[in-house]
Nanobody, 124 residues
Framework: QVQLVESGGGVVQAGGSLTLSCAVS????????MAWFRQTPGKERDFVAR????????YYADSVKGRFTMSRDIANNTVVLQMNSLKPEDTAVYYC?????????????????WGQGTQVTVSS
């Protein structure tokens, strides 16, 4: 079992920044990759960013490329999503996710551990 706990959501004006953190615990040795997804009411969970747990290339959704940065704090087993130049359309519940599946996947159904989500609201 892998446990994920997100923090750092809130309300910010357009153009502002927020930093989301995801504390990772449990069977971390089973993790191949971590990702961030987001979801708005009535819509499916959308991919935001993905990175290998052991390091390597990070993939971003086109809508956040150049504005969001995903990183890992190895010492604290924490995954961070730095969000800059936020737009109202970034408003969503953001979820941290982990997968033991080997290989590159950006599909939410391939991730088997999820946090509880944290709300991000960007006002115009």
């Amino acid at each position: 079992q892998v446990q994920l706990v997100e923090s750092g959501g809130g309300v910010v004006q357009a153009g502002g920044s927020l930093t989301l953190s995801c504390a990772v615990s449990g069977r971390t040795f089973s993790i191949d990759a971590m990702a961030w997804f987001r979801q708005t009411p009535g819509k499916e969970r959308d991919f935001v960013a993905r990175s290998r747990w052991g390091g390597g290339n990070t993939y971003y959704a086109d809508s956040v490329k150049g504005r969001f940065t995903m990183s890992r704090d190895i010492a604290n087993n924490t995954v961070v999503l730095q969000m800059n130049s936020l737009k109202p359309e970034d408003t969503a519940v953001y979820y941290c996710a982990a997968t033991s599946r080997i290989g590159i996947t950006l599909r939410s159904e391939d991730f088997d551990s999820w946090g509880q989500g944290t709300q991000v609201t960007v006002s115009s």
